[in-house]
């Protein structure tokens, strides 16, 4: 195509009226007649055994219309799927349990559902159910739940769910070449999606006895899954996603939908259940945790030749996503660098805290924060500048990852966003006071965007050009607030020469529109992108071929352009599109196309140690800041935070630039302020008042720089950017602390007395 | 199932009569910034709500020449926005512009946040500094109570259940016009306090002659450092006294480990912001 | 089950209806079919379910319905229907500052109220004032653009 | 308007409300109780589509004033299938044919049920004369008397 006309654009998101008039009916905006209220009763321990539940003062309770145990449960035990098509084996499906039979494994966790005229009553049912626990001492810490003879959270014999590896050269020879040998060892935090709308849905039986789930899910696929906890044949469950009211990972696992299914088919009667904050936090999934020991060693010049890592992960009470984020993990552990010799270890462990899975990321910005800290540590060693020792040592272009050897076919634009973020600091600031000292830190990072490619990955899109000329999308994406559904409609606006407005799409609904997979692995422009373009260029190719036929000219010379089918360089002759759009329907030609696009298909790798293409391909970037540390109260303030990702192409760069803007401060939360504090298995930190996230007063101006290589495998060369652009902004900060006051900090999120203990050691040894 | 009542009186009066009437079985809600968080945690169940917010004779601020009135009832807006606030107590203003946020202090009440009772009180850190009186009330009696004397513990106050503070007033004054608060939390807005302070501080002839140093998530309560006070007062401000008094407040504060902090840290900042307070009084002097 | 009358006003609509003493505004509006205020932590921590009470903005979860009996607010839908709420709409959607939209309408009407009062502030002091709102997803930046450029527009 | 105190028992559920003295039968069905099989057809008592069974006996719910069953039970088409077993009377419905549109079908059920009760042994003529209040538009009747007779036959009375 010569040049774009809506694709590329900065353009108002098809979606963004409706959010701003307050207009959106997400998950808890809908209701319907007759609606029955549900609650969840959720275990007081982290670990012990039922010895007897007795939910008859509950039942008798008027207005309760249901009360379910485990026993109620069709199909209790189940396994965590996300809609891959291929099969990947046991390794990678987690069991988990729809409600707590005979033993509870975390704190919070499901142990008897409830349904009722009012949320009143089924708060007071779940006080009228006596649940018998004894105690179980249980296991909090990964590493000591690794160990023989350590209590075990599951049925298994060991607590050790997840084990991969990789290698490449010979690290024995590596670490005798290093010059320089950098041991250590690094720690990240509990972290909570905390997105403003907690899971939430409603359920209802139709005409047709199917069970309709209306569901904030980034997974609609699941109803497949609730089908088979119910005994259902899966058409008999149909997934109805809402706009989301964020995601990041966190509405990827099944959140409240099963419940939802149980208590309707129950009671034959619509049910509402949406968390509150508490429940969201104590409840749901996390990000991982990790342990991260490295030995990394280097030449003189900074030249990198080995690295060493072993990485555990803490998996909490059930597996879910964990030996995926695992992996995840021990594919990035050498980042974007080239290593001659490397070793990987990862293991992914059962603990009795909460159950982590997915959150934006997913596995990559935890050894991202070592490797990052590491490599600034060397610079500062061979006293080399922060960019050149990158320089030295990042992939480029036809060069492989350290890790799997996968190699990089397509562009790789680094060193050239880690030049642009750290130019874009501009000019030191002045120092505000004598206490404070100012520091700038770098990071650069690469990150997947697609699923693991033996996965078998694809999506459906179906595109159909109405009489008048209008357009109708139907996809399967759910859109978590990315702007995922509005980048379709830019895609077909511009390939079928239409306005944004002449478009109408159908979203995130199994009964009505083809599954478009998971709005996760921040794989929809890829995916997504890829089969609605697909769709949209059949029929564009009929239209234009039809017209050629009226205007007696060679198709390739056509373009749809303005809703017309123009003569290109001589735009004076064209055909009105209505026009072409009559003909065709007159000579019987569909306009109309449901398309499938595939990602590469591998097949699965040997995970002890992990060789090949893995990934369809990587996004690069780099984030710089530069920080004011108060040396006397251990305070961090971010002054300036820059940004910088190829991303291919931008279909649209307002969406592009709120991800890479909001990716960077939920990345400094991480870094700063956020963890979920869990004492024995028992969450300290269950409000926005522990919990703690930035506030618009807290935050920098984020300068978001795109660089548009062209060179991703999306529509037009586009690449993913949703998780990559939260992934590498946490080390860039400790960084800039290091380079502030010279501390290290090694365990996140950096907190004021974390900074200060180090900086005033005399102090705190009386 | 929780059951509650609600009653919304019009005047003080009806107020107390209500509270005799009901006693512990009455919950007195205002800004409910507290309250109705509570009420949703269980915390409060079953009570007579008895809403004050209407009441008028509970709201606003009156300066006088030689003292300053104010009513429990006044959010912590309004203490943001008033000159009054802002001349003769300059501290208060201080801490009411880093109170919760912005909107937030549209509900909440100055005497709310005295009966809340937390350690970490926001307005009762500087009203203590200003050596603020409550008036408290109840049927057919009348009593003032030092602020110092109010709070017992955690959330536990002398305030008994038929009374209620019918106001709280400070004395216009030289020292209660020069005064400094430092909040330390984990992020600039919506922060409940790691440790804060605030000193009240007057000089005569370069020496100390009165000095009020409290502070905030370091005790129980908020806390008076009175032994700190009495080595500073009548001495003259140099660095090697600031140094000093500095461990004098390391070894007078009295606080615990919590997810915010460890009992060391806050031991430790304490100092600091005594540092920062008492140096920003003293320059500007 | 002690039940009370509420009469209030919404966005210029009469409401009149039943609620227990403990019912929050939020619980009240929402059932009452005013989904714009939206619900995210109950506690007064996350400025969701901000509204405008006599031109002061208020978190609604942290305030009883009863409380509201008799006095007039606007929601997200209300402050549309004036010149400012509408510019700030149209600012936050060409601007890009929205993208999951639920924190959106707290903060146009966090925003609409504090620009009545301070017509042209900086940057600085509209991150201040948007303090009590989270957003989870946009860090921010597009948030203060949007109303800074009405802010702009005001000062011509 | 002051509201009344009424209590009743619906499908064998107890329930309260407070009506007020003009509220219909009807609206408190399908409004309150949400039991939108009982249909609103005429409002004027004139098409059937609204009858339901008190006491036994089919009424018209919209011309029946809610205070008027006070302590009374009330039986609706929601009410009258066993779990998932459905009554002999809707089996023969679904096996006839008699169901077109189904607008008017839960009221023919209910009043076709309440006529076994009354007379086990209908001849044609009786069952015609006894749902003459019950209109249909799709179906002519026949079928929907076959199914009442296929009943009747079967010697199952319900």
Redesign the interface.
């Known amino acids: 195509m010569s040049e774009f006309k809506v694709v590329g654009k900065p353009m108002p998101r098809d979606d963004a009226w409706a959010k701003v008039r307050g207009e959106l009916k997400y998950a808890d905006d809908f209701s319907l007649p007759g609606m029955l209220y549900a609650k969840v009763l959720r275990s007081k321990y982290p670990a012990a055994k039922i010895i007897s539940i007795d939910t008859s003062k509950a039942k008798q309770l008027e207005g309760v219309r249901a009360v379910l145990t485990a026993k109620d449960v069709p199909h209790n035990e189940t396994v965590t799927r996300f809609g891959q098509s291929s099969e990947v084996g046991k390794g990678f499906e987690g069991l988990y349990r729809v409600l707590a039979d005979k033993k509870v494994r975390f704190m919070g966790e499901a142990v008897a559902l409830v349904a009722a005229d009012t949320e009143?009553?089924a708060e007071?049912a779940l006080d009228l159910i006596v649940v018998e626990y004894e105690p179980l001492p249980g296991v909090f810490d990964p590493v000591e739940a690794m160990k023989p003879g350590a209590y075990l959270v599951g049925e298994n014999g060991t607590n050790i769910i997840g084990d991969f590896g990789c290698s490449q050269g010979d690290i024995k020879k590596g670490f005798a070449e290093a010059d320089i040998i950098i041991e250590d060892a690094y720690q990240v935090s509990f972290v909570d999606h905390a997105y403003l709308e907690t899971e939430g849905g409603i359920s209802w039986i139709d005409d047709y006895g199917v069970i309709n789930i209306r569901v904030g899910s980034q997974v609609i696929e699941h109803f497949r899954d609730v089908a088979d906890v119910l005994g259902l044949p899966h058409n008999k469950v149909r997934y109805i996603g809402t706009m989301m009211g964020g995601g990041f990972g966190g509405k990827e696992d099944i959140t409240v939908e099963t419940y939802l299914a149980l208590l309707t088919w129950k009671t034959k009667k619509p049910v509402r259940l949406v968390y509150t904050r508490e429940e969201s936090i104590l409840c749901h999934s996390k990000r991982h945790p990790f342990v991260m020991k490295y030995r990394v060693g280097a030449k003189k010049d900074g030249k990198l030749v080995v690295l060493d890592a072993e990485l555990i992960s803490d998996a909490g009470a059930y597996p879910y996503l964990s030996p995926w984020v695992t992996l995840y993990a021990t594919v990035n552990a050498a980042g974007p660098y080239c290593i001659p010799n490397v070793r990987v270890k990862s293991y992914c462990v059962l603990t009795n805290n909460t159950f982590t899975s997915a959150n934006r990321g997913f596995g990559v910005p935890q050894p991202n924060v070592v490797y990052e800290s590491l490599i600034d540590e060397f610079a500062r060693k061979f006293n080399i500048d922060p960019l050149e020792i990158r320089r030295i040592n990042c992939l480029t272009t036809g060069k492989a990852l350290s890790t799997t050897g996968q190699v990089f076919k397509t562009h790789v634009a680094l060193p050239e966003v880690a030049e642009k973020a750290w130019a874009a600091l501009g000019e030191p600031a002045e120092c505000p006071d004598g206490n404070k000292k100012i520091g700038r830190g770098l990071a650069i990072g690469l990150m997947s965007y697609g699923r693991m490619t033996f996965l078998h990955d694809s999506s459906r899109s179906y595109v159909k050009l109405e009489s008048d000329g209008s357009v109708l999308i139907r996809s399967g994406i759910p859109d978590l607030g990315g702007g995922q559904v509005s980048m379709l409609c830019q895609i077909v606006a511009e390939e079928l020469g239409i306005p944004m407005s002449r478009i109408k799409i159908y979203y995130s609904d199994t009964a009505l529109t083809p599954l478009a997979g998971t709005t996760t692995a921040t794989r929809q422009t890829y995916m997504s992108g890829n089969a609605t373009l697909k769709a949209a260029r059949e029929i564009r190719k009929q239209v234009i071929n039809k017209a050629a036929e009226l205007l007696n000219v060679n198709p390739d010379k056509l373009d749809l352009v303005d809703e017309k089918v123009v003569v290109k360089y001589n735009r004076s002759e064209f055909l009105p599109l209505i026009q072409a759009i009559k003909a065709c329907n007159n000579a019987g030609v569909e306009l109309f196309c449901e398309a499938q696009f595939n990602a590469p298909f591998t097949i699965t790798p040997d995970l002890s140690n992990i060789r090949g293409m893995t990934f369809p391909d990587f996004t690069f970037g780099a984030q710089a800041v530069e920080v004011a540390v108060d040396t006397?109260?251990g305070?961090v303030e971010v002054l300036k935070l820059t940004t910088c990702y190829d991303v291919g192409k931008a279909i649209n760069p307002l969406s592009v630039e709120g991800q890479m803007e909001g990716g960077s401060i939920y990345g400094m939360g991480y870094a700063l302020?956020e963890e979920v504090?869990m004492e024995k298995g028992i969450t300290?930190?269950p409000s926005?008042?522990?919990y703690?996230i930035?506030?618009?007063?807290?935050v920098p101006d984020v300068k978001a720089i795109l660089v548009e290589s062209g060179g991703g495998l999306g529509p037009y060369g586009a690449k993913g950017i949703g998780e990559p652009s939260c992934s590498i902004i946490a080390p860039a900060i400790l960084n800039a602390i290091y380079d502030a006051v010279g501390i290290r900090i090694k365990s996140l999120p950096a907190?004021?007395?974390k900074i200060?203990?180090a900086l005033?050691k005399d102090?705190?040894k009386k | 199932?929780?059951?509650?009542?609600?009653v919304?009186p019009k005047t003080k009066d009806e107020a107390l009569e209500i509270l005799q009437e009901k006693k512990s079985n009455a919950c007195i809600?205002a800004?409910?910034?507290n309250v109705?968080?509570n009420?949703?945690d269980k915390k409060i169940v079953s009570k007579v709500?008895v809403?004050i917010?209407d009441i008028e004779e509970l709201k606003g601020i009156v300066g006088e020449k030689d003292k300053i009135y104010i009513g429990p009832l006044t959010t912590i807006?309004e203490l943001v926005n008033s000159e009054v606030i802002l001349k003769e107590g300059n501290v208060l203003h201080q801490a009411a512009e880093q109170f919760?946020?912005?909107?937030?202090r549209?509900?909440a009440t100055v005497g709310g946040n005295l009966v809340d009772a937390s350690p970490a009180a926001d307005m009762a850190v500087p009203l203590l500094t200003l050596d603020a009186i409550l008036k408290i009330e109840s049927v057919g009696q009348k009593k003032d109570v030092q602020l110092r004397d109010f709070f017992i513990g955690p959330g536990e106050t002398i305030l008994q259940e038929d009374e209620i503070i019918t106001g709280i007033e400070f004395e216009s004054s030289n020292i209660n016009k020069n005064g400094c608060f430092i909040k330390?939390g984990?992020?600039?807005?919506?922060?409940?306090a790691?440790a804060s302070i605030a000193v009240n501080l007057e000089i005569k002839e370069n020496k100390i002659a009165q000095v009020r140093i409290v502070m905030g998530s370091v005790a129980p309560t908020p806390i008076r450092l009175t032994a700190t006070e009495e080595f500073l007062k009548d001495k003259e401000v140099n660095d090697e006294l600031i140094e000093k008094a500095i461990d004098k407040v390391r070894e007078e504060v009295n606080p615990i480990s919590d997810?915010r902090?460890?009992e060391?840290?806050r031991r430790?900042?304490s100092g600091?912001l005594f540092k920062?307070a008492f140096k920003k009084l003293t320059l500007a002097n | 089950?002690?039940e009370?009358k509420v009469e209030l006003t919404v966005n210029g609509e009469k409401i009149s209806s039943l609620a227990?003493?403990?019912e929050?505004l939020l619980k009240f509006l929402r059932r009452n079919g005013f989904t714009e205020v939206k619900c995210g932590c109950?506690?007064?921590?996350c400025?969701t379910c901000?509204v405008i009470i006599n031109k002061?903005?208020?978190?609604s979860?942290?305030?009883?319905a009863?409380?509201a009996s008799g006095k007039e607010i606007l929601t997200a839908k209300g402050v549309e229907k004036q010149e400012l709420g509408r510019k700030l709409q149209e600012s936050f959607v060409n601007t890009g500052a929205i993208q999951c939209g639920f924190c959106t309408p707290g903060i146009i009407v966090?925003a609409k109220n504090?620009l009545d009062q301070n017509p042209v502030p900086d940057r600085e002091e509209i991150k201040?004032?948007i303090?009590?709102?989270l957003c989870r997803c946009t860090g921010y930046k597009k948030i203060v653009d949007a109303i800074y450029d009405v802010a702009v527009e005001n000062q011509k | 308007m002051k509201k009344l105190e009424i209590e009743f028992t619906i499908n064998g559920k107890k329930r309260k409300f407070f009506v007020k003295p003009n509220d219909l039968l009807i609206n408190i069905i399908r409004n309150d109780l949400f039991l939108t099989g009982s249909k609103y057809g005429c409002g004027i008592g004139e098409c059937g589509a609204c009858t339901v069974l008190l006491n036994g006996e089919p009424v018209l719910s919209c011309l029946t004033l809610a205070v008027t069953v006070d302590g009374k039970e009330i039986t609706t088409i929601e009410g009258l299938a066993r779990g998932d077993e459905l009554h002999p009377m809707q089996k023969a419905f679904l096996e006839n044919g008699a169901v077109q549109c189904g607008f008017c079908t839960p009221s023919m059920i209910l009043t076709a049920t309440a006529l076994l009760k009354e007379n086990p042994n209908p001849t044609e003529d009786e069952i015609r004369d006894y749902m003459r209040g019950n209109i249909c538009r799709c179906t002519g009747y026949i079928q929907i008397v076959k199914a009442i007779e296929s009943c009747v036959t079967g010697g199952k009375t319900s």
């Open positions: 009143e009553i007071e006397e109260t305070q302020t504090i300290i930190t926005f008042a522990e703690i930035p506030t618009a007063a807290d907190t004021p007395e200060i203990r005033k102090y705190f | 199932m929780s059951q509650f009542k609600y919304s809600i800004g409910c910034s109705l968080p009420i949703r709500l809403d917010s807006t919760a946020d912005p909107i937030v549209n509900s330390l984990l992020r600039k807005a919506m922060a409940i790691v997810i902090a460890s060391e840290y430790y900042v600091i920062r | 089950m002690e009370y227990k003493p403990e929050s109950e506690k007064g921590e400025g901000t002061k903005t208020v978190k979860c942290i305030m009883l009863l409380q966090t504090y201040k004032a303090s009590g709102n």
